[in-house]
């Protein structure tokens, strides 16, 4: 475990930081991004931080010294009730991605755990994901379930 590691949620001043690391995930899960790809997330990802960032979406960023080296999305969604969210407050986690350098040293982890104390005191009781296959050892160590071929859930209650 790094201990220099500091957790920290994401404000508006960090949106290109946000931006770089959804480029990074999306790189890393699908490969080399078209031209296309490139241009349509360069368009809409800085806006859509800008619109729900503090609102309906959380991202938190594991930090060394001040250099970001990890993050972990949170959208908050509300649907009708149902028996795994009496509520009807859930959120779909997305975008875990540890910098190369700093992988296997517990950094998810510790985003994780922030995440779900955060979604915990907010109320949520349904966290939802599709999982990679590097991920998916630390989501079920965390009491995630496997719904289907990629999807997992952690009922907090």
């Not at 930081?17 to 959804?22: A, E, S």
């Amino acid at each position: 475990m790094n201990e220099n590691i500091t957790i920290r949620t994401a404000d508006r001043s960090d949106i290109e930081t946000l931006v770089k690391f959804r480029f990074l995930y999306q790189t890393d899960a699908e490969g080399e991004l078209s031209e296309k790809q490139k241009s349509s997330l360069s368009e809409q990802l800085p806006g859509y931080f800008d619109r729900h960032i503090g609102n309906d979406f959380t991202a938190y960023l594991a930090e060394d010294d001040g250099k970001t080296v990890a993050t972990i999305f949170m959208v908050k969604l509300e649907k009708p009730a149902g028996v795994h969210f009496l509520n009807g407050k859930t959120c779909y986690l997305m975008n875990v991605y540890t910098a190369e350098d700093y992988r296997r040293q517990g950094i998810a982890s510790m985003l994780l755990d922030r995440l779900i104390s955060d979604a915990k005191t907010e109320g949520i009781t349904c966290i939802d994901l599709s999982a990679t296959t590097m991920g998916k050892p630390v989501y079920l160590k965390k009491g995630f379930i496997e719904r289907g071929n990629t999807e997992m859930r952690l009922e907090l209650r």
